[in-house]
């Protein structure tokens, strides 16, 4: 790896790592001060090392310089005299007894404890996802604002309102205790799944970015599966979601990322080891008795997971979207129920249901209204393309539906 990628890759790896340890150290109220010194730690390696070369060991140049420079911070600066060090342990403590600890261990229970704090439903889901790809990820704040298609200025705001809040609140960087670590936990899990899609379905970032996306809230949600407290049934069936996703992340797009649809992925390129991984977090999650949206949607990717595609194939995942919609209804859970529907039973029937869902400002809807009507209406066909046309937002899938709208206009398909 080049310098230039070396860089970027461990600001987005290593970062969260220094940011909550050194939240940990001193206090959520000082994350400001944590995020200053991390972003100081990386501007100071593209300096040096773009003068003296890489060190042997990177990861731990950057640790010793986040050390020295979280010294030095909170050594000079009043706030460590008058708020840090009356918090710390020992109302004695000098700063040169200070602990900073950047092992590996201590890196883990830091990164644990700072994913329920910033997961804490005082916050708004926008807030907390913001929150977790600046401080979790190490997004950057152009990323996030391309992620939530907003501006620089309003995802600032978000993150200072959000901090600020937290702060107000006293919020610490600590585990829940058992009474209300359940409902803090599906928080957490529901936010960890928002931001794997970001990566999965987003066409907001690039291919790159996307995938290291998906691989921070894997690893997120392994923090939680090692922690016995919340290695939960719910949980192992997220990660279980989350491998059967990743296993076909590579055949979901070609070499310009355009989108591949599902029936046309190269199968050859889907993941086995993911595949094989995903079903013991699957097993592993049928320990419990509820079943919930992860279980299901878990099942589902499983499915499709499976080269065969037969009548029986989607005749389970038809089933499965039932339940699911039981669970939990959302428009988009029904157009997807509704393509399983017809690749089950047929397009008539799908039509039908298709019909009944309130999507129309969603270009996938109008996209399978004209799959549908493909070999019964062309003109209808042309119609529901043309607006999917309007509705996109990204030049990938506008390439997409112009391709079918060429066909549909030459060939009447």
């Given at each position: 790896m080049s310098q230039e990628e070396l860089i970027p890759h461990l600001f987005r790896t290593e970062y969260s790592k220094i940011v909550s340890v050194l939240c940990k150290t001193f206090g959520f109220s000082h994350i400001?001060?944590?995020?200053?010194?991390?972003?100081?730690?990386?501007?100071?390696?593209?300096e040096t090392w773009g003068l003296k070369g890489t060190p042997k060991s990177p990861k731990a140049w950057l640790y010793q310089v986040a050390k020295n420079k979280a010294f030095d911070v909170f050594r000079h600066e009043k706030v460590f005299q008058q708020k840090v060090r009356p918090t710390l342990a020992r109302a004695d403590t000098i700063y040169k007894e200070v602990d900073i600890d950047l092992s590996e261990n201590n890196i883990k229970d830091s990164q644990l404890q700072m994913l329920f704090a910033i997961c804490n439903p005082i916050l708004s889901s926008e807030a907390q996802i913001a929150l977790a790809l600046r401080v979790l990820c190490g997004f950057g704040i152009d990323e996030i604002a391309r992620a939530f298609l907003s501006n620089k200025q309003t995802i600032n705001k978000r993150l200072q309102r959000a901090k600020e809040k937290l702060r107000t609140e006293e919020i610490d960087l600590k585990i829940p205790d058992t009474k209300v670590l359940e409902n803090r936990l599906n928080n957490v899990l529901s936010i960890l799944y928002l931001l794997y899609n970001e990566g999965y379905y987003s066409t907001s970032f690039e291919k790159k970015v996307r995938k290291e996306l998906c691989i921070e809230a894997?690893?997120?949600?392994?923090?939680?599966?090692?922690?016995?407290?919340?290695?939960?049934?719910?949980?192992?069936a997220l990660m279980a979601l989350f491998c059967f996703h990743a296993s076909r992340f590579e055949s979901r797009t070609d070499v310009d990322g355009n989108q591949i649809v599902y029936a046309e992925q190269d199968k050859t390129q889907w993941n086995q080891d993911l595949i094989a991984k995903g079903q013991v977090y699957l097993s592993s999650s049928g320990d419990g008795l509820q079943v919930t949206e992860y279980h299901l949607e878990a099942i589902i990717a499983f499915y499709h997971?499976?080269?065969k595609d037969t009548k029986e194939k989607w005749e389970q995942i038809l089933l499965l979207y039932n339940q699911l919609l039981q669970l939990k209804y959302s428009p988009i859970i029904a157009l997807n129920r509704t393509y399983a529907l017809y690749k089950a039973n047929g397009k008539k029937i799908a039509l039908r249901e298709a019909l009944?869902?309130?999507?129309?400002?969603?270009?996938?809807y109008h996209l399978l209204l004209a799959e549908l009507y493909s070999d019964m209406d062309t003109k209808k066909r042309i119609q529901h393309l043309n607006t999917a046309l309007e509705l996109v937002t990204t030049e990938n899938e506008k390439k997409l539906i112009?391709?079918?709208?060429?066909?549909a206009e030459q060939n009447g398909i």
């Amino acid at each position: 790896m080049s310098q230039e990628e070396l860089i970027p890759h461990l600001f987005r790896t290593e970062y969260s790592k220094i940011v909550s340890v050194l939240c940990k150290t001193f206090g959520f109220s000082h994350i400001e001060h944590a995020e200053d010194i991390a972003s100081d730690t990386f501007l100071k390696a593209a300096e040096t090392w773009g003068l003296k070369g890489t060190p042997k060991s990177p990861k731990a140049w950057l640790y010793q310089v986040a050390k020295n420079k979280a010294f030095d911070v909170f050594r000079h600066e009043k706030v460590f005299q008058q708020k840090v060090r009356p918090t710390l342990a020992r109302a004695d403590t000098i700063y040169k007894e200070v602990d900073i600890d950047l092992s590996e261990n201590n890196i883990k229970d830091s990164q644990l404890q700072m994913l329920f704090a910033i997961c804490n439903p005082i916050l708004s889901s926008e807030a907390q996802i913001a929150l977790a790809l600046r401080v979790l990820c190490g997004f950057g704040i152009d990323e996030i604002a391309r992620a939530f298609l907003s501006n620089k200025q309003t995802i600032n705001k978000r993150l200072q309102r959000a901090k600020e809040k937290l702060r107000t609140e006293e919020i610490d960087l600590k585990i829940p205790d058992t009474k209300v670590l359940e409902n803090r936990l599906n928080n957490v899990l529901s936010i960890l799944y928002l931001l794997y899609n970001e990566g999965y379905y987003s066409t907001s970032f690039e291919k790159k970015v996307r995938k290291e996306l998906c691989i921070e809230a894997m690893r997120l949600t392994y923090l939680l599966l090692d922690h016995e407290p919340t290695a939960r049934p719910q949980t192992n069936a997220l990660m279980a979601l989350f491998c059967f996703h990743a296993s076909r992340f590579e055949s979901r797009t070609d070499v310009d990322g355009n989108q591949i649809v599902y029936a046309e992925q190269d199968k050859t390129q889907w993941n086995q080891d993911l595949i094989a991984k995903g079903q013991v977090y699957l097993s592993s999650s049928g320990d419990g008795l509820q079943v919930t949206e992860y279980h299901l949607e878990a099942i589902i990717a499983f499915y499709h997971t499976q080269e065969k595609d037969t009548k029986e194939k989607w005749e389970q995942i038809l089933l499965l979207y039932n339940q699911l919609l039981q669970l939990k209804y959302s428009p988009i859970i029904a157009l997807n129920r509704t393509y399983a529907l017809y690749k089950a039973n047929g397009k008539k029937i799908a039509l039908r249901e298709a019909l009944k869902i309130d999507l129309k400002g969603n270009h996938l809807y109008h996209l399978l209204l004209a799959e549908l009507y493909s070999d019964m209406d062309t003109k209808k066909r042309i119609q529901h393309l043309n607006t999917a046309l309007e509705l996109v937002t990204t030049e990938n899938e506008k390439k997409l539906i112009l391709n079918k709208l060429n066909k549909a206009e030459q060939n009447g398909i």
